[in-house]
């Protein structure tokens, strides 16, 4: 079994800086991708950033040049800089991983999800 724990979401003021992390515990052999997702209230879910296995980066137009994705490959955790924060990246924040476990299956795991307010 394998299970993604956040952490480091909480309040900031517009124009601040967090960092969210995401630990993937378990039976696992390698991560694939991973990626953050948000979901503010009343919206769809949607990709902030992801980052594949060899380093290779996405990020959503609207979070260019102020987010930064990362992950220590040993510590089985990926990272979200986030700089410059505004009242429209409040929202819950989530990481997936694509998970090779030691049952020789792939999964596709979603942390529990952690709460990122900008506000003053």
């Known amino acids: 079994q394998v299970q993604l724990v956040e952490s480091g979401g909480g309040l900031v003021q517009p124009g601040g800086s967090l960092r969210v992390s995401c630990a993937a515990s378990?039976?696992?052999?390698?991560?694939?991708?991973m990626g953050w997702y948000r979901q503010a209230p009343g919206k769809e879910r949607e990709l902030v950033a992801s980052?594949?296995?060899?380093?290779?980066?996405i990020y959503a137009d609207s979070v260019k040049g102020r987010f930064t994705i990362s992950r220590d490959n040993a510590k089985n955790t990926v990272y979200l800089q986030m700089s410059r924060l505004k009242p429209e990246d409040t929202a819950v924040y989530y990481c997936?991983?694509?998970?090779?476990?030691?049952?020789?299956?792939?999964?596709?795991?979603w942390g529990q999800g952690t709460l990122v307010t900008v506000s003053s």
């Open positions: 997936k991983m694509g998970v090779y476990t030691l049952a020789l299956r792939y999964l596709e795991i």
């Open positions: 378990g039976s696992i052999v390698s991560i694939n991708a």
């Open positions: 980052i594949t296995s060899g380093g290779s980066t």
